[in-house]
């Protein structure tokens, strides 16, 4: 089983629908590690690191969201060098 860590930018109606507690919850379940934390101007960033399997099953999710979440976007971004922590939290 190999890892994955990507960088991604969800777009949409994202912020105050509750959207980095349910990525925080989904990650958890799918085992991966990394955070999420909300941008200026609207958008949500994410770090996924864990097996390519559950990496891509959580970006499945990140395209649906939680309930009353409109996502249009969910963007790769180069992931530079990145400190991934043991496990997975909402940066603030």
Same mark, same amino acid.
């Given at each position: 089983?190999? +890892?994955?860590?990507?960088?991604?930018?969800?777009?949409?109606?994202?912020? $105050?629908?509750?959207?980095?507690? #349910?990525?925080?919850?989904?990650?958890?379940?799918?085992?991966? +590690?990394? #955070?999420?934390?909300?941008?200026? $101007?609207?958008?949500?960033?994410?770090?996924?690191? $864990? +097996?390519?399997?559950?990496? +891509?099953?959580?970006?499945?999710?990140?395209?649906?969201?939680?309930?009353?979440?409109?996502?249009?976007?969910?963007?790769?971004?180069?992931? $530079?060098?990145?400190?991934?922590?043991?496990?997975?939290?909402?940066?603030?």
């Amino acid at each position: 089983m190999s +890892a994955r860590t990507v960088m991604v930018r969800i777009r949409g109606r994202v912020q $105050g629908v509750g959207f980095r507690y #349910w990525a925080q919850d989904e990650a958890e379940r799918l085992g991966l +590690a990394g #955070w999420v934390r909300n941008e200026p $101007g609207g958008s949500v960033k994410a770090l996924l690191s $864990g +097996a390519d399997e559950a990496v +891509a099953e959580m970006l499945e999710r990140l395209r649906e969201g939680p309930r009353g979440a409109v996502v249009s976007e969910v963007e790769m971004l180069p992931p $530079g060098v990145q400190d991934v922590p043991a496990d997975f939290r909402i940066l603030r």
